[in-house]
T-cell receptor, first 113, second 112 residues
Framework: DQQVKQNSPSLSVQEGRISILNCDYTNSMFDYFLWYKKYPAEGPTFLISISSIKDKNEDGRFTVFLNKSAKHLSLHIVPSQPGDSAVYFCAASGSDAGNMLTFGGGTRLMVKP | DGGITQSPKYLFRKEGQNVTLSCEQNLNHDAMYWYRQDPGQGLRLIYY???????QKGDIAEGYSVSREKKESFPLTVTSAQKNPTAFYLCASSIFRGIEAFFGQGTRLTVV
């Protein structure tokens, strides 16, 4: 049973436009959420995180929104750049899961010049 | 520079052989993890360790073994009991569980 789901396997956007990547979770005990970016044949790199006490966290072009009632988070990239093309994973952790990170299946973002 | 190093980057193994993947970190992190990624799938946790000489099974531990004799090192052995070992293996570490984990560059294992 997947506790963290990224329902869109891929997303294509034009350079300069907004990219919105979505993630849903089922475990209401999750209280910390993260986004990772991964290029092929490399390890994921941490992008941005958010605690459940917040509903928004911003870092440069990247903003993460958390809707606890809907158990939904999203990553906004504005403006999108070709170098943002990668696979994005959302992850969540909570005390009832031993504070381990549970990852979604990933969304492949393609930013077209 | 601090970081986490996995070696080798590519590894080929004959069926029936055990193989050990190396993972070393100089970030002074207590927690270390091994994940497996299959094509088109997310990261699945194999084993994790919170402290030296202690480790716990993750979601898919069958056919794998680990050791944590030093804080810096967390090698993963893929045994012949692992039925489908061909995958991309990722090692990670964090200060403690549940916060940002730093990943190595990964090892692609292919069984031939």
């Amino acid at each position: 049973d997947q506790q963290v789901k990224q329902n869109s396997p891929s997303l294509s956007v034009q350079e300069g436009r907004i990219s919105i990547l979505n993630c849903d979770y089922t475990n209401s005990m999750f209280d910390y959420f993260l986004w990772y970016k991964k290029y092929p044949a490399e390890g994921p790199t941490f992008l941005i995180s958010i605690s459940s006490i917040k509903d928004k966290n911003e870092d440069g072009r990247f903003t993460v929104f958390l809707n606890k009632s809907a158990k939904h988070l999203s990553l906004h990239i504005v403006p999108s750049q070709p170098g943002d093309s990668a696979v994005y994973f959302c992850a969540a952790s909570g005390s009832d899961a031993g504070n381990m990170l549970t990852f979604g299946g990933g969304t492949r973002l393609m930013v077209k010049p | 520079d601090g970081g986490i190093t996995q070696s080798p980057k590519y590894l080929f193994r004959k069926e029936g052989q055990n193989v050990t993947l190396s993972c070393e970190q100089n970030l002074n992190h207590d927690a270390m993890y091994w994940y497996r990624q299959d094509p088109g799938q997310g990261l699945r946790l194999i084993y994790y360790s919170q402290i030296v000489n202690d480790f716990q099974k993750g979601d898919i531990a069958e056919g794998y073994s680990v050791s944590r004799e030093k804080k810096e090192s967390f090698p993963l052995t893929v045994t012949s009991a692992q039925k489908n070992p061909t995958a991309f293996y990722l090692c990670a570490s964090s200060i403690f569980r549940g916060i940002e984990a730093f990943f190595g560059q990964g090892t692609r294992l292919t069984v031939v």
